[in-house]
């Protein structure tokens, strides 16, 4: 069953410009996490968050965690022709499986 | 570095044979997994692992099966294709320490005629 939501489904934006893509669920979860694929191969594994945690940074990567709305949030800054790809959010719904949402196709144009 | 390998990244088959698509991880990782992936839907679990001779149905298992003898190696079988069966398969293992934190292979790209 899929439980996250990613929105919007397709988001083009220029280089440079900061690129924000939402998820929403609907159970408990223990964490969240975040992944990215490139077109035609396996996903990449950017960030994880802790259903305690608010807010978390790495890099150019900015995640927020609203449990209250079972909702969260990835934004990439400045973004990059290399960002373009599929991002993916997956809660874990307090076991070892994660359950995917279906997506958000980023393009970033040069 | 951390690796998960899918024999083939490209497959076609034809209709009604056997196909095994294999997975290894180099991780030493307990929990591998099976997942299918189509435009539209995401990714869905077709079956999972936690442990060696152990295995979990996911939520789409209807037409496969899968073996895992060793604790490398998942293996996922379609005992007769059928052409709803194209689609990217994709591999990912995981640790229980490691808060469902999951690696993923390149996939294969399986093409049943």
């Known amino acids: 069953s899929q439980q996250g939501e990613e929105d919007p489904q397709a988001l083009s934006i220029q280089e440079g410009e900061n690129a924000t893509m939402n998820c929403s669920y609907k159970?408990?979860?223990?964490?969240l996490q975040w992944y990215r694929q490139n077109s035609g191969r396996g996903l990449v594994h950017l960030i994880l968050?802790?259903?305690?945690?608010r807010e978390k940074h790495s890099g150019r990567l900015r995640v927020t965690l609203d449990t209250s709305k079972k909702s969260s949030s990835l934004l990439i800054t400045a973004s990059r022709a290399a960002d373009t790809a599929s991002y993916f959010c997956a809660t874990d719904a307090l076991s070892e499986k994660l359950v995917f949402g279906k997506g958000t196709k980023l393009t970033v144009n040069p | 570095d951390v690796k998960v390998t899918q024999s083939s990244r490209y497959l076609v088959k034809r209709t009604g044979e056997k196909v095994f698509l294999e997975c290894v991880q180099d991780?030493?990782?307990?929990?591998m997994f099976w997942y299918r992936q189509d435009p539209g839907l995401g990714l869905r679990l077709i079956y999972f692992?936690?442990?060696?001779?152990?295995?979990e149905k996911g939520d789409i298992p209807e037409g496969y099966s899968v073996s895992r003898e060793k604790k490398e190696r998942f293996s996922l079988i379609l005992e007769s294709a059928s052409t709803n069966q194209t689609s990217m398969y994709l591999c990912a293992s995981s640790s229980p320490r490691g808060r469902a934190l999951q690696f993923f292979g390149p996939g294969t790209r399986l093409t049943v005629l």
């Open positions: 159970t408990s979860i223990n964490n």
């Open positions: 968050i802790r259903s305690n945690e």
């Open positions: 692992s936690y442990d060696v001779k152990m295995k």
């Open positions: 991780m030493d990782h307990e929990n």
